[in-house]
């Protein structure tokens, strides 16, 4: 529901047409609706089928899941929202945002394929980036492991932020003068945060086991935490293709 959401901002910054753009609103937001209204039915059905002994459970947050029904509920506003301005609003409440085409011809397929991977990654480590912050217990011996996986899954999500929202706003002849610097920043971050976790590995080689799948059980469901090496060198992977391409750019 929030990642729906989040696609829906990106969405109004991103159009080639004013048609296109509406109708992209217009999905996206019956899309966090059946969501929001999803989760809510979920909740219902947890209460009537015994799952939460009342609608303040206490768990992962201290009013669960009444936080989950309040936040649905906003949620279904939002949606509600951008049905009706992709629809009737946008007469009456014009909002203008620069066209922008596509941000890339040649290769096109290969693209889509990394960015789908990339964006399937940052996601996990959204999803599991943020339930951690709220169930994980920061107090134990493996805390330090605990923050530094946090980190870790939260990176991918934000550098997606981060080249998406400001990166590809930029001008042509800003992104070549910018791509070189803020890719090396990128690399700067990523391996300084690779680092940190590998260090976090020698407080306890049992962490994984014993703390990791507690985080986000799917991540270390195997002997060997596929998922969770995935997730920790997608970013390095991604700062060295932009720095390839800053490089080829410079010299250009």
Request: hydrophobic share 55%; proline share 4%; aromatic share 14%.
């Amino acid at each position: 529901m929030t990642l729906w959401a989040l696609l829906m901002l990106h969405a109004t910054f991103r159009r080639t047409d004013e048609e296109k753009w509406l109708k992209s609103v217009f999905r996206k937001g019956v899309v966090v609706l059946s969501l929001a209204v999803v989760n809510i039915i979920y909740v219902i059905v947890g209460l009537i089928v015994g799952k939460y002994s009342s609608i303040v459970e206490g768990s992962p947050s201290p009013i669960y899941p009444l936080d989950s029904v309040i936040y649905s509920v906003v949620f279904i506003a939002i949606g509600v929202f951008a049905i009706l301005y992709a629809k009737k609003l946008h007469t009456k409440l014009p909002y203008t945002v620069p066209v922008r085409g596509e941000i890339v011809k040649k290769a096109r397929p290969v693209y889509c394929i990394f960015v789908t991977l990339w964006m399937l990654i940052s996601l996990f480590g959204f999803a599991a980036g943020t339930l951690s912050i709220f169930i994980y217990d920061f107090q134990h011996e493996f805390a330090f492991y605990g923050v530094a996986v946090v980190l870790i899954y939260l990176l991918s999500p934000l550098m997606v932020g981060f080249w998406e929202f400001y990166y590809n706003e930029l001008k042509e002849e800003k992104k070549k003068e910018m791509l070189l610097p803020l890719s090396l920043i990128s690399l700067g971050v990523s391996v300084v945060l690779i680092a940190l976790y590998f260090i976090s590995l020698g407080t306890g080689l049992d962490a994984p086991s014993n703390a990791g799948f507690g985080m986000f059980p799917v991540g270390f469901a195997a002997s060997v935490n596929i998922a969770m090496l995935v997730v920790v060198f997608t970013p390095l992977i991604v700062s060295v293709k932009m720095l390839i391409n800053g490089l080829i750019i410079r010299k250009k």
